[in-house]
């Protein structure tokens, strides 16, 4: 079954850049699918960040597109995102995750995993 | 961008009752574009809905969508232990494509 696993430093300084990347197994990031992050802050609402699609086609929540970019590593079978200029309102638990197989749904999720943005 | 807006914020029940949860969105979409997601305390989101009525693959049939427009809802027609939790309706927009979620209603136990 599809897999998806976040990894990356669980701190960032303000005004760095929060670098994560989610393995898969079970599926190829090379598949028609598309794979997206999302996050949520500490008590609050998922909040969709973005996606991508093996063809390098990338869509972004226009609220985070000046400071975010995902891409993927098909030798890896990886994507990875990136998000600079990063303040404490960035402090969330960030998910990878993937189009569901039917329907316009986010199937598939990795476990998430906590980045706090402190000094 | 269309806003959801999920209602009640937190609805106590009891095991065995019935669960009627609401998601409005701000503009009428196509209900193919609508789901629900169940988050448990550390858990990521699972996708019960997809398409505003049709179940997950291993989704109890306990659990049924409805709606159309702008009115939708989650169903759950006997409550379980295992589903006291955060609900989420979401929508995705195809133009530019992006995913939104409601803010969550909170199924606690009576």
């Known amino acids: 079954q599809v897999q998806l696993q976040e990894s990356g430093p669980g701190l960032v300084q303000p005004s760095g850049t929060l670098s994560l990347t989610c393995a898969v197994s079970g599926d190829s990031i090379s598949s028609n699918n598309w794979w997206s992050w999302v996050r949520q802050p500490p008590g609050e609402r998922l909040e969709w960040i973005g996606e991508?699609?093996?063809?390098?086609?990338?869509n972004y929540n226009p609220s985070l597109k000046s400071r975010v970019a995902i891409s993927g590593d098909k030798s890896k079978n990886q994507f990875s995102l990136n998000m600079n200029s990063v303040t404490a309102a960035d402090t969330a638990v960030y998910y990878c995750?993937?189009?569901?197989?039917?329907?316009?749904?986010?199937?598939?999720w990795g476990q998430g995993t906590l980045v706090t943005v402190s000094s | 961008e269309i806003v959801l807006t999920q209602s009640p914020g937190t609805l106590s029940l009891s095991p065995g009752e019935r669960a009627t949860l609401s998601c409005m969105t701000s503009?009428?979409?196509?209900?193919?574009?609508l789901a629900w997601y169940q988050q448990k305390p550390g858990q990521a989101p699972r996708l019960l809905i997809y398409a505003a009525s049709s179940r997950a693959t291993g989704i109890p049939d306990r659990f049924s969508g409805s709606g159309s427009g702008t009115d939708f809802t989650l169903t759950i027609s006997r409550l379980e232990p295992e589903d006291f939790a955060v609900y989420y309706c979401?929508?995705?927009?195809?133009?530019?494509?992006?995913?939104?979620f409601g803010q969550g209603t909170k199924l606690e136990i009576k």
């Open positions: 995750a993937r189009e569901g197989d039917r329907g316009y749904s986010l199937g598939y």
């Open positions: 991508f699609h093996h063809s390098g086609r990338t």
């Open positions: 503009q009428s979409i196509n209900s193919r574009d």
């Open positions: 979401q929508q995705y927009d195809s133009s530019p494509p992006r995913y939104s």
